[in-house]
């Protein structure tokens, strides 16, 4: 996930509160699509416990791909796949967003050297959102591939919760 993704660890044992930085740009909660920071630079201090979740914020602009984890990758395959889309703005206000999928077989050694794989492209821009097939080359299982659930932050309802599509 590269810049879309901010990890925030815990870093010390017995800690009782977490300050992490925020870069500049929208940054979203990634645990409930809540809104972290719009415009600059900023830390935040949240408490925590020892069953405190790691902080992981989500980029403005990035679109991430998931899928729910399983013991192995053969198990993990059959699982549907979710989409974040994590506006750059509110969508009122032209929010965009961009990110990509890959996919092997799972199995074989040096997939992208030898171009056997799956890559799409989805952007979300006024208010749509595309999927773009790059490269589709000797990947069996690609047609097994469900999305079920699409959250899009930057978009709420009349609650102030983020709205999602399944």
Do not use: C, H
Request: aromatic fraction near 12%; proline fraction near 4%.
């Amino acid at each position: 996930w590269g810049r879309g993704l901010l990890i925030s660890p815990i870093v010390y044992q017995g800690a009782t509160e977490l300050t992490y930085y925020i870069p500049q740009g929208r940054w979203y909660n990634f645990y409930n699509g809540s809104v972290l920071s719009v415009d600059g630079t900023e830390r935040k201090t949240i408490p925590v416990k020892s069953d405190t979740a790691i902080q992981l914020s989500v980029r403005g602009g990035y679109i991430l791909p998931m899928q729910q984890p399983a013991r192995n990758t053969t198990f993990s395959r059959k699982n549907p796949m979710k989409l974040i889309l994590a506006l750059s703005a509110l969508d009122k206000d032209g929010g965009t967003a961009s990110g990509s999928l890959f996919w092997d077989d799972g199995t074989s050694i040096d997939t992208y050297e030898n171009g056997n794989y799956y890559l799409a492209q989805f952007n979300a821009t006024n208010r749509a959102l595309s999927m773009e097939v790059e490269v589709n080359n000797n990947v069996s299982d690609v047609n097994s591939l469900q999305f079920t659930d699409i959250e899009i932050w930057g978009v709420t309802k009349t609650d102030g919760s983020p709205f999602s599509v399944s």
